[in-house]
C-alpha cells in the first residue's frame, strides 16, 4: 500500500512537472530575451520623464553699468543688478507631471503586450518541437513495425508463400521512413534554434518536450466579451488618456505666468551735501505677469487633442475588429483539429483491426504484402495527421489565450 502511495505521487510529481515546464521556458524567454529588455528600458526612461515634469523656468540674473551716471538728488547711479524668476500658474506642474505618468502607462502597456506575443512564440515553436519529436516516434515505431514485416516475408519466401519482391519493396519503405526521420531531424535542429534564441540563450542547447499531448475532452467556452482585456486595446485606452492629461496640460499653459523680481542699484554718495539718504543704495522688488494675449496656439492645440482621441477611437474599434476575427478563427480551427484528431482515431482503430485480420490470415493462407504496405501507409498517415491535429489544436489555444487572457 505504501509502495502504490510513492507512486502515486510520483505520478502526480511528474505530471505537474511536465505541466510547467513550457512555463519555465516562457519565463526564462521575459528574463533573457532582449526586445523585453529593451521595452523595459523605454518604459524606465518615460518613468523618468515625470521626474522631469517637475520644473519651473530658470531664474533670469542681469547686471547692467552705467557709463553715463544718471543723477539723482541722494547721489549718482553706478550700475544696475537684477534677479527675476517666472512661475507658472497653479497645477500646471501637477499636470505635466500627470501627462508624463499617463505616458508611462501606455509605455507599460507596451511591455505586457510584448511579453503576451514572446509568450505566444515560445508555446507555438514548443508545439512545433513537440509535433516532430512525435512524429520521429511515429516513424521510429513504423520502421519497427516493416522490420517484422521483413521477418514474415522472409519466412514466407522460404516456404513459398511470398517473392523476394515483397522482401525489397519492404526494404525501399523502410528507408523511405528513415529518410523520412533524418528530414525531421533537420527540422527539429532548425526549430530548436529558433526556440533558443527567443529564450536569448546557446543556440545548440537542448530543449526538452513532453513526449505525448492529447487534446482535452472540453473545452472552457469564451464570448467576445473576454478580448476586452486585452492588452492591445489597453494601449488604445491609455493613450486616450494620455491625450486628455495633455488636453489638461495645454490649458493650464494657457493661464499666464507669474514672475517675481528685485532690482539693487548701487549709488554714488554726494560729495557737495550732506543728508540723511545720501548716497543711499536702491532696492527694488517687482511683479509681473505674462498673458498669453496671442493664444491661437492654444486653440490649435486643444483642436489637435480633439482629433487625436477621435483618431485613437476609430484605431481602437478597428482593432477591436481585427481580434475579433482572430478570435474566430482560433476557435474555429481548434475546433477543426479536435474533429480531425477524433476521425483519425476512428480511422487508426480500423486500421490497426486490418493489420491483425492480415497477420491471422498468415497463419493460414498467403499474405498479401501489397496490402500490409498499404494499411502500413494508411497508419502513418491517420498517426501522423493526429499529430498535427494536437499541434494544431494547442498552437489555437495559445492564440486563443494570447487575445482574451
Known amino acids: 500500500m505504501k509502495k502504490l502511495k510513492y507512486i502515486l505521487v510520483f505520478l502526480f510529481v511528474t505530471a505537474f512537472a511536465k505541466a510547467q515546464q513550457l512555463q519555465s521556458y516562457i519565463q526564462e524567454a521575459e528574463?533573457?530575451?532582449?526586445?523585453?529588455?529593451?521595452?523595459?528600458?523605454?518604459?524606465?526612461?518615460?518613468?523618468?520623464?515625470?521626474?522631469?515634469?517637475?520644473?519651473?523656468?530658470?531664474?533670469?540674473?542681469?547686471?547692467?553699468?552705467?557709463?553715463?551716471e544718471p543723477e539723482t538728488r541722494v547721489g549718482a547711479q553706478r550700475a544696475r543688478i537684477g534677479v527675476k524668476q517666472m512661475l507658472p500658474w497653479f497645477g500646471t506642474i501637477t499636470a505635466r507631471?500627470?501627462?508624463?505618468?499617463?505616458?508611462?502607462?501606455?509605455?507599460y502597456v507596451d511591455i505586457?503586450?510584448?511579453?503576451?506575443?514572446?509568450?505566444?512564440?515560445?508555446?507555438?515553436?514548443?508545439?512545433?518541437?513537440?509535433?516532430?519529436?512525435?512524429?520521429?516516434?511515429?516513424?521510429?515505431?513504423?520502421?519497427?513495425?516493416?522490420?517484422?514485416y521483413e521477418r514474415l516475408a522472409l519466412t514466407s519466401v522460404e516456404v513459398g508463400k511470398a517473392?523476394?519482391?515483397?522482401v525489397l519493396r519492404l526494404q525501399i519503405r523502410q528507408n523511405e521512413l528513415q529518410q523520412q526521420k533524418e528530414v525531421l531531424e533537420e527540422e527539429f535542429t532548425a526549430e530548436q534554434t529558433t526556440f533558443n534564441n527567443l529564450l536569448n540563450r546557446d543556440a545548440m542547447m537542448t530543449v526538452d518536450v513532453v513526449p505525448e499531448m492529447e487534446i482535452p475532452?472540453?473545452?472552457?467556452?469564451?464570448?467576445?466579451?473576454?478580448?476586452?482585456?486585452?492588452?492591445?486595446?489597453?494601449?488604445?485606452?491609455?493613450?486616450?488618456?494620455?491625450v486628455a492629461q495633455s488636453e489638461l496640460l495645454n490649458q493650464r499653459e494657457s493661464l499666464p505666468m507669474i514672475g517675481f523680481g528685485l532690482d539693487y542699484l548701487p549709488v554714488?554718495?554726494?560729495?557737495?551735501?550732506?543728508?540723511?539718504?545720501?548716497g543711499k543704495d536702491v532696492l527694488?522688488?517687482?511683479?509681473?505677469?505674462?498673458?498669453?494675449?496671442?493664444n491661437n496656439r492654444y486653440k490649435s492645440i486643444s483642436r489637435q487633442n480633439e482629433l487625436r482621441q477621435q483618431e485613437i477611437e476609430t484605431q481602437r474599434e478597428q482593432r477591436l475588429n481585427v481580434l475579433e476575427s482572430a478570435f474566430a478563427k482560433a476557435q474555429s480551427q481548434r475546433n477543426q483539429a479536435r474533429i480531425a484528431y477524433n476521425t483519425q482515431a476512428r480511422n487508426l482503430k480500423q486500421a490497426k483491426d486490418a493489420?491483425?485480420?492480415?497477420?491471422?490470415?498468415?497463419?493460414?493462407?498467403?499474405?498479401?504484402?501489397?496490402?500490409?504496405?498499404?494499411?502500413?501507409?494508411?497508419?502513418?498517415?491517420?498517426?501522423?495527421?493526429?499529430?498535427?491535429?494536437?499541434?494544431?489544436?494547442?498552437?489555437q489555444s495559445t492564440i486563443i489565450n494570447y487575445l482574451i487572457k
Open 217 to 242: 475532452q472540453e473545452d472552457p467556452f469564451y464570448t467576445n466579451e473576454a478580448l476586452s482585456l486585452n492588452p492591445e486595446l489597453l494601449k488604445y485606452d491609455k493613450l486616450y488618456e494620455s
Open 284 to 294: 527694488m522688488p517687482m511683479v509681473s505677469v505674462s498673458i498669453p494675449i496671442f
Open 31 to 68: 528574463a533573457n530575451n532582449p526586445e523585453i529588455q529593451a521595452f523595459e528600458l523605454r518604459y524606465n526612461i518615460a518613468e523618468e520623464k515625470v521626474n522631469e515634469a517637475n520644473w519651473i523656468p530658470n531664474t533670469e540674473v542681469s547686471a547692467g553699468y552705467f557709463v553715463s
Open 97 to 107: 507631471e500627470n501627462y508624463a505618468t499617463a505616458m508611462a502607462d501606455a509605455e
Open 268 to 278: 554714488t554718495e554726494r560729495s557737495d551735501v550732506n543728508f540723511s539718504d545720501n
Open 355 to 395: 493489420e491483425e485480420i492480415l497477420v491471422k490470415n498468415y497463419e493460414t493462407v498467403t499474405i498479401d504484402f501489397n496490402d500490409v504496405l498499404d494499411i502500413q501507409e494508411l497508419q502513418l498517415k491517420f498517426q501522423i495527421n493526429q499529430i498535427e491535429s494536437v499541434k494544431t489544436y494547442y498552437v
Open 163 to 166: 517473392s523476394a519482391v515483397d
Open 112 to 148: 505586457t503586450i510584448a511579453k503576451r506575443k514572446l509568450a505566444l512564440s515560445v508555446a507555438q515553436s514548443y508545439y512545433r518541437l513537440f509535433a516532430i519529436r512525435a512524429k520521429q516516434a511515429v516513424l521510429d515505431e513504423n520502421i519497427q513495425l516493416l522490420e517484422t
